[in-house]
């Protein structure tokens, strides 16, 4: 297992700040500071892409969906998968599986449950999740799954296969399983912003991609529709960017069920 490094800013960390979580060290809150610079509304985006998590979490438990896989899963923080789905659906199990090992230290506070498991693993190993005894223990994969990818494929870049990945682990899962899906979009972001996120010195660089680009994810599944692809504050409303944000950094995201 790799440990715990306070030198370098982890997005899991970072992310754990914006949401005002006290799990992060001064190196994290400093990239913070930089992306802020770039996107001050970057801690609005953080809140409401939780609160699509949320409903879409709860969206799929409605449909009868019992089963989750919460794929680049960050720190535990309010209203996570479990707690939202097991609110609806008691029995319902939940395997988290994130690569950092600070969400490998915070997730043992959650293993309290039988029905929900951690994976220490890599959205782009999908065979070694899938075959994980974590997840063949909780998870029949020959009942509908969610399979949640929040917030995490702008992590993966092109030459890693992001669309290949979501692909493969969408194949291994029961008809009627669903995709939840955000990701940070460019649509609306304004390129010289794009262009400086680009080339931030972030540990673990963002590769922002289009809704066009983000929206082929979703290939061969059926969007849920209304509300359909959306930016996240349209799937789950309440709170939305400032108005006065002109450059915004927004997430485009969707649920989609596999035929
Ligand atoms: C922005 S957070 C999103 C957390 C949560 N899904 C949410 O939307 O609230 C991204 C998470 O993805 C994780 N992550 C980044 N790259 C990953 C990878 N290659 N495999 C697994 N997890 C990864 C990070 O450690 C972090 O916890």
Redesign the pocket.
Known sequence: MSSIDQTKP???RM?DFLLGGKENFEIDRQQVQIVLQDAPEARDAAVI??RF?AAATGYAASCGVKQFL??????PTQDNVHQVAQRMVPDASVVY????PT?LLHAQGLLNDPRTGYIN????TPAEIISNPVTQELIDLTKPVAL?L???LH??PDGNDPYGIVHDLMEQLAPGSMLIL?HVTTDEMSPVVSERISRQQLA?PLNLRSGKEILRFFDGLDLVDPPGFVFTEQWAPGKVLSADASQPLKLRCGVAVKP
């Open positions: 982890s997005p899991a992310y892409n939780r998590l919460d794929v680049g899963s960050g720190l599986v994130d690569n950092d969400v693993g890599d959205v782009m949640l929040v917030a995490v992590f993966v955000s673990v």
